[in-house]
C-alpha cells in the first residue's frame, strides 16, 4: 500500500506546546500508511530536531531569520513537495500557515493549519494577514473549542473548521516516584513542590506567579518552586525573583528537552497565564499527577473543571490563586485526591491516542480528496 506523505510546517523546532506535539505525536502514528517530514525555519531553535529524527521523521531546515524571509521560502518548499511527493501539509502557527497557503495557491496541494491561539491575542499584522488568507488552505483545526470559536468570530471562514484537541502520552507521562531532581537541587526530600513550565512571555504572568509564591512561602516555610522554560522576559522575571529574596526558594533550571523529572517533583502545578490555548505543559503536569491550581484562560477550562480536576480562578484574581494553594497545603487528602484526579481527567479525555487517531483520520479524508 502506497504511504500518505505528510509534510509538517512549523516556524520553529524549539520546546514551545506545539513543537513539544510532533515528536510525541510521530511516536504513535501509523508508519505503516503514512510517511512525516518537517521543515522548519530558526536553525538555533532546534530541540525537538534529534527527538523527531529518533522516531522516524525527515527533518529540512530553510533557514530563515524573520518572518518575510520565511515566506519568501516558499519555492523551496514546493520543491521538497516535488522532489518527495508530498500528499498533505500541515502547516502550526501563523507564519508557517501563510507559508503553507502560498504553496497551495500554487501547487493545489492539501494544507491543513492547526491553530494553537486565540485570534483577539495576535498582533495587527498577523490578524489581519490570516483573516484575508485563511480561505487558501483546505481545512484548519482548532486545538480547543475556545480557539475554533475565536476562528469563527474572528475570521467567518468558508472552509471546514473542525477541533482536534490536544493531547498528552499518558503512557509516557506517569509518574515513578524518583526524587533524583529534589536531591539535585538541594531541595528537601518532604517538601511540598510548586512548579510551571513556560515560555518566559507576558501572557504567561510569571512575575506575579513569583508574588504568589513568596506569599505562600511565607506561609509555608517547606515549600519550594521551580520554573523550568525560559523567553523573552528572563530578566525581567529574575529580577522580581531576586527582589522578592526567593533565591533559595524558586528554581530556574533554565529550557529543557525532558521536562519529566520536574514534573516528578511537583506537587501542585500552578498557572498564571492571562490566555492560553490548550497548554500542552498542563496536560503533562496532569498526567503526571500533579494537583491543578490555574486562572481559567483559554482551553484550560475546557481541560480542568473546577473542584473536580483542580482549582481554578479568574484570569483577572490572581491573587487567589495563593488562597486556592493554601486549601490543598492544610488539607493533604484534598491534594491526593486533586492529583489522581488530575491524570483521571488526562488519560479519560486528553489521551494522545485520541488525537492521533482524529489526525489520522483527516489526513487520509483529505488525501482522498485531493484524489
Known amino acids: 500500500m502506497k504511504k500518505i506523505r505528510i509534510l509538517h510546517i512549523i516556524k520553529s523546532l524549539g520546546r514551545g506546546g506545539a513543537e513539544m506535539l ?3 505525536t510521530l511516536k504513535l502514528h501509523d508508519k505503516e500508511k503514512f510517511e512525516f517530514h518537517y521543515i522548519y525555519f530558526l536553525s ?10 529518533e522516531a522516524g521523521g525527515k527533518v529540512t531546515c530553510f533557514e530563515a531569520k524573520d518572518n518575510i524571509r520565511l515566506l519568501t521560502q516558499y519555492k523551496k518548499i514546493i520543491g521538497y513537495c516535488k522532489e518527495h511527493k508530498i500528499d498533505l501539509i500541515h502547516c502550526h502557527l501563523p507564519w508557517a500557515g501563510f507559508a503553507g497557503r502560498l504553496v497551495h495557491w500554487r501547487t493545489n496541494i492539501p494544507v491543513i493549519y492547526s491553530e494553537h491561539n486565540m485570534q483577539e491575542r495576535y498582533h495587527p499584522v498577523t ?3 490570516n483573516k484575508y488568507s485563511f480561505n487558501s488552505q483546505s481545512m484548519a483545526i482548532g486545538v480547543s473549542e475556545d480557539v475554533t470559536l475565536s476562528i469563527s468570530k474572528n475570521i467567518s471562514p468558508d472552509i471546514p473548521v473542525k477541533t482536534v484537541l490536544n493531547g498528552v502520552n499518558t503512557d509516557a507521562f506517569i509518574k515513578s516516584g524518583s526524587l533524583r531532581t529534589k536531591q539535585e537541587l538541594g531541595i528537601p526530600a518532604d517538601a511540598l513542590v510548586i512548579g510551571n513550565v513556560a515560555v518566559f512571555r507576558f501572557q504567561k504572568r510569571l512575575i506575579e506567579w513569583l508574588r504568589v509564591f513568596k506569599t505562600i512561602s511565607d506561609r509555608n516555610s517547606n515549600v519550594y518552586g521551580l ?3 525560559a523567553g523573552p522576559l528572563e530578566d525581567e522575571i529574575k529580577k522580581e525573583w531576586k527582589s522578592l529574596g526567593l533565591e533559595n526558594k524558586v528554581f530556574f ?4 528537552t525532558d521536562v519529566k523529572p520536574y514534573f516528578e517533583v511537583m506537587d501542585v502545578f500552578m ?4 490566555f492560553e490555548g490548550l497548554p500542552i505543559a498542563l496536560l503533562e503536569a496532569m498526567s503526571m499527577e500533579c494537583a491543578i491550581v490555574s486562572t481559567n484562560a483559554g482551553g484550560i477550562k475546557e481541560v480542568v473543571r473546577n473542584k473536580i480536576d483542580g482549582l481554578v480562578c479568574e484570569t483577572n484574581e490572581l491573587g487567589k490563586l495563593e488562597v486556592l494553594v493554601q486549601k490543598m497545603i492544610k488539607n493533604p487528602d ?6 489522581r484526579a488530575a491524570r483521571d481527567r488526562v488519560r479519560a479525555k486528553f489521551s494522545l491516542n485520541i488525537m492521533v487517531k482524529e489526525l489520522e483520520e483527516l489526513y487520509s ?3 482522498k480528496l485531493e484524489h
Open 22 to 24: 510532533l515528536p510525541e
Open 44 to 53: 538555533w531553535k532546534d530541540q525537538m530536531v534529534e527527538a523527531i529524527k
Open 127 to 129: 490578524k489581519i494577514l
Open 227 to 229: 520554573i523550568i522554560g
Open 253 to 256: 533550571p533554565g529550557l529543557k
Open 271 to 274: 498557572m498564571s497565564s492571562s
Open 334 to 339: 484534598s491534594l491526593t485526591k486533586f492529583k
Open 365 to 367: 479524508n483529505q488525501a
